[in-house]
T-cell receptor
Framework: DAGVTQSPTHLIKTRGQHVTLRCSPI?????VSWYQQVLGQGPQFIFQ???????GRGNFPDRFSARQFPNYSSELNVNALLLGDSALYLC????????????FGPGTRLTVL | QKEVEQDPGPLSVPEGAIVSLNCTYS??????FMWYRQYSRKGPELLMY????GNKEDGRFTAQVDKSSKYISLFIRDSQPSDSATYLC????????????FGKGTRLSVIA
């Protein structure tokens, strides 16, 4: 069974540009969450989506947005990129059930110059 | 005070040693406790999860949760060089739409 997949693997952008990151969850998983991991830190929650609806949002500015499609894949969009947005962006999928067991993809490494 | 505190290390041990990794937390609402392993430039891999207080064992790994002390631990027995990675603790309030809150991670090196 394929795990969580993310694209692209690496991305280099300049300040002020826009970026779209993509995620496909594990087959059968209906929930997708996005996390930002800055070097040397643990992942920090950005969004959770379930059945195409936003179920949770972390402490990130409105420049960050996301959506989930009918096939449960998801996109994370970041506008007006700042140097501080450079990080590993992780997608995690899970079943909505009592145990919050999330499985992570390999991440997209974003560098903002 | 951060919700989850974890010593970032680095921690270096000889092969075969018992490794103890720990986290403390401040939020009494946390009910589920996870340990993830992350190799360099990869996504986190779920190793163990535990509900509420108690112990859970899986092969060489044992997870312990003490909710009264707000303290969780991961023990690795007979450590191997392949265990060299960053270990992240994570916690959640339990329902399916509660996000995980992570510690900073502890970097472990097991020397052959």
């Amino acid at each position: 069974d394929a795990g969580v997949t993310q694209s692209p693997t690496h991305l280099i952008k300049t300040r002020g540009q826009h970026v779209t990151l993509r995620c496909s969850p594990i087959s059968g998983h209906k929930s997708v969450s996005w996390y930002q991991q800055v070097l040397g830190q643990g992942p920090q929650f950005i969004f959770q989506y379930y059945e195409k609806e936003e179920r949770g949002r972390g402490n990130f500015p409105d420049r960050f947005s996301a959506r989930q499609f009918p096939n449960y894949s998801s996109e994370l969009n970041v506008n007006a990129l700042l140097l501080g947005d450079s990080a590993l962006y992780l997608c995690a999928s899970s079943l909505i059930r009592e145990v919050n067991e999330q499985f992570f993809g390999p991440g997209t490494r974003l560098t903002v110059l | 005070q951060k919700e989850v505190e974890q010593d970032p290390g680095p921690l270096s041990v000889p092969e075969g040693a018992i490794v103890s990794l720990n986290c403390t937390y401040s939020n009494s609402a946390f009910q589920y406790f996870m340990w993830y392993r992350q190799y360099s430039r990869k996504g986190p891999e779920l190793l163990m999860y535990t509900y509420s207080s108690g112990n859970k064992e899986d092969g060489r790994f044992t997870a312990q949760v003490d909710k009264s002390s707000k303290y969780i631990s991961l023990f690795i027995r007979d450590s191997q060089p392949s265990d060299s990675a960053t270990y992240l603790c994570a916690m959640s309030g339990g329902s399916g739409n509660t996000p995980l809150v992570f510690g900073k991670g502890t970097r472990l090196s097991v020397i052959a």
